[in-house]
C-alpha cells in the first residue's frame, strides 16, 4: 500500500474513515526562516519568502495541513473591507460608536478588495508547491470586524446600552465576512477554510452575550459557507480562548472542523460534537517555548488518549505556536505525535 499523504488522511478522517495514523499538524512558517537564513521579518515582509518558507517547512517537519501564508491585517485593513455611504472619512479601527454610522455603513464588494486577489494568489501558490498537505486558510468573521470597528470594551457595552447597535453592525459584518469566505470557498483549490471568530470566546465575552449576539449569525454564516462548499471543501470555526459554556452551540453549528484552544475542554468538545465535525486542538502553544520535552510528550499522549481514537480528531496547538519556540520543541511534538497516534 502507497503511504497516504496529508491531504489523503484528512478527507478520509473527515468521510469517517480511518486513515493509517493519527492526524497532526504543526504550523512553523516563520519559526523555519532561520533554516533558510532568513528572518521572521523577511517571512512577514515578502508572501513569496514565506510560501518559499512554509512549502520547505512542511518538507522538513511532518504536518498534515499546510497553512496558507498570508498578511492578515496588511491585507485586510478594515478600510478595505468596509466604506461609508455618504461620508468620505475613513474608516479606522475603535472609530464606529453611533447608528447613524452603521446605518451609513456597506461592505466593499468582494471584487474590490483587493487582499483578496493577493489571499487566492497564495492559495494558488501553495496548492500547487504542496498538493500532498491539506491546506488551510483562516479568514476574518464577524467576530473580528465588528468588534475591531467599535472596540472591544464599547462593543460588549453597547450588547446592553444599545442592542440594536449591535444587531446592526452583526448583520453587516456577518454578511460581508460570509460574502468574502464565500469567494474563497468557490473560487480556489484550499481544502479547509476556517472563519476566525477570535473574540467570540467567553475570555472575551458572556455565554449570554454569544448565544444572542453572535450564534445565530454564525449558525446563518456557516449554513450558507456549507451551501457554497457542497461538500467538497472543510468548512470550519476558530475561536481563542476558553469556550465549554458555549460548546452546545457551537457543536449544533454546520461546520465540519473546529479549532478548540488551550484553555478549553477537549474531553467535553468530543462529548459536545459527537463525531459530527473534527477537532483541531487543543495544546497549550507556551507548551513549545517554556515547556520540556517530557511536558510535551504529556500534552500529546494526553490528547490522543483523550481522543480514544476518534479518527476525527486532529493533533495541534489550538492556536498559533510562539514565534520564540525553538525548533526543536517542534520535533519533540512531532515524534510524541508519531508514537502516539498510532491505529490498535
Ligand atoms: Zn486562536
Redesign the pocket.
Known amino acids: 500500500m502507497t503511504a497516504l499523504s496529508g491531504k489523503d488522511r484528512i478527507m478520509a478522517a473527515w468521510k469517517g474513515e480511518r486513515p493509517d495514523r493519527g492526524l497532526f499538524n504543526v504550523d512553523i512558517g516563520p519559526h523555519y526562516s532561520p533554516k533558510m537564513n532568513k528572518t521572521t521579518n523577511d517571512y512577514f515582509g515578502n508572501i513569496d519568502t514565506a510560501i518559499e518558507i512554509q512549502v520547505k517547512s512542511v518538507a522538513d517537519f511532518t504536518s498534515d495541513i499546510i497553512t496558507v501564508p498570508q498578511n492578515m491585517f496588511g491585507w485586510f485593513p478594515y478600510k478595505q473591507l468596509y466604506r461609508f455611504k455618504t461620508r468620505t472619512d475613513e474608516m479606522g479601527d475603535g472609530k464606529i460608536k453611533t447608528m447613524e454610522q452603521v446605518e451609513d455603513m456597506e461592505a466593499v464588494p468582494v471584487s474590490e478588495i483587493e487582499g483578496l486577489k493577493l489571499l487566492s494568489r497564495s492559495i494558488n501558490k501553495i496548492a500547487e508547491l504542496a498538493p500532498k498537505h491539506a491546506s488551510r486558510v483562516a479568514v476574518f468573521g464577524p467576530m473580528i470586524d465588528s468588534p475591531r470597528m467599535v472596540g472591544l470594551e464599547d462593543w460588549i457595552a453597547k450588547t446592553i446600552e444599545e442592542p440594536e447597535f449591535i444587531h446592526k453592525l452583526m448583520r453587516l459584518t456577518t454578511d460581508a465576512a460570509t460574502a468574502r469566505a464565500k469567494e474563497i470557498i468557490q473560487n480556489t483549490p484550499v481544502n479547509i477554510v476556517v472563519v476566525a471568530d ?1 473574540f467570540a470566546s467567553i475570555s472575551n465575552i458572556s455565554p449570554k452575550i454569544y448565544k444572542e449576539f453572535v450564534f445565530p449569525y454564525e449558525m446563518e454564516m456557516f449554513s450558507a459557507l456549507q451551501k457554497a462548499a457542497g461538500g467538497k471543501k472543510l468548512v470550519g470555526l ?3 480562548g476558553f469556550v465549554d459554556p458555549i460548546m452546545e452551540e457551537i457543536a449544533k453549528l454546520p461546520i465540519d472542523w473546529w ?1 478548540l ?1 488551550g484553555p478549553s475542554s477537549l474531553q467535553k468538545s468530543f462529548e459536545a460534537t459527537k463525531g459530527k465535525m473534527m477537532v483541531r486542538g487543543n495544546v497549550g502553544g507556551e507548551i513549545f517555548s517554556e515547556g520540556s520535552k517530557d511536558q510535551i510528550y504529556q500534552a500529546v499522549k494526553k490528547c490522543y488518549e483523550t481522543a480514544a481514537g476518534d479518527p476525527k480528531y486532529v493533533c495541534s496547538t ?3 505556536i510562539p514565534l520564540n519556540a525553538p525548533l526543536d520543541q517542534v520535533r519533540h511534538f512531532i515524534d510524541a505525535a508519531l508514537q502516539y497516534g498510532v491505529r490498535q
Open positions: 477570535t476558530h475561536i481563542c479549532e484552544d489550538g492556536c498559533q
